[in-house]
């Protein structure tokens, strides 16, 4: 199956920092990636879509000026997380869909907001 | 609004068994049907899709569609401790990458 990247794996940062996560795919194009954000013990919940060369989509809730989404490539979107608090702390999924619409998901960043 | 339904479990089968985990929609539109496994602790992992009805085989792993009843299930046979996971169902509707997921339900097989 196709292959996504996350980066960094594990982020701790100080209340008040800006946090950016990686999410490529390595061995396909994707022209749409997704974000989620997963709570111990709940389900996945989509946080955004991604779409390269566009704005993305946010999920009602979700707020589009503190969770900065940039998909400036076909391989590559970021997600920023800006002026992270202690209740950002969560496990952070992108995916990406591959030609035959297939969602692959990358390993996850934990992110911990001290 | 789309709803992907799933028993949350555990659900908790003998190695050797036969695991069935079982999800209904409820869009009628839905249109492409995966199930994942998820690890505590990691992302999900893609174990099948299935897009047209009936069964779909794949190793261990038999998805089965039912359109008609919108019923998705994932067969595991001869389960295995290493098998002991959350399965994901998520489904697409026409037209759209975007996925819906079902809770999961949590799978335990006992040695």
């Known amino acids: 199956g196709a292959v996504v990247s996350q980066h960094p794996s594990w982020v701790i940062c100080k209340s008040g920092t800006s946090v950016k996560i990686e999410c490529r795919s390595l061995d396909f194009q994707a022209t749409t990636m997704f974000w989620y954000r997963q709570f111990p013990k709940q389900s996945l919940m989509l946080m955004a879509t991604s779409n390269e060369g566009s704005k993305a989509t946010y999920e009602q809730g979700v707020e589009k000026d503190k969770f900065l989404i940039n998909h400036a490539s076909l391989t590559l979107s970021t997600l920023t997380v800006t002026s992270a608090h202690p209740e950002d702390s969560s496990f952070y999924i992108c995916s990406a869909n591959d030609s035959q619409e297939t969602q692959y998901f990358g390993p996850g960043t934990r992110l911990l907001v001290l | 609004q789309k709803e992907v339904e799933q028993n949350s479990g555990p659900l908790s089968v003998p190695e050797g068994a036969i695991a069935s985990l079982n999800c209904t929609y409820s869009d009628r539109g839905s249109q492409s049907f995966f199930w994942y496994r998820q690890y505590s602790g990691k992302s999900p992992e893609l174990i099948m899709s299935?897009?047209?009805?009936g069964d779909k085989e794949d190793g261990r792993f038999t998805a089965q569609l039912n359109k008609a009843s919108q019923y998705v299930s994932l067969l595991i046979r001869d389960s295995q401790p290493s098998d002991s996971a959350t399965y994901l169902c998520?489904?697409?509707?026409?037209?759209?990458?975007?996925?819906?997921f079902g809770k999961g339900t949590k799978l335990s097989v006992i040695p």
């Open positions: 998520a489904i697409s509707g026409a037209g759209s990458y975007q996925l819906t």
């Open positions: 299935i897009y047209s009805n």
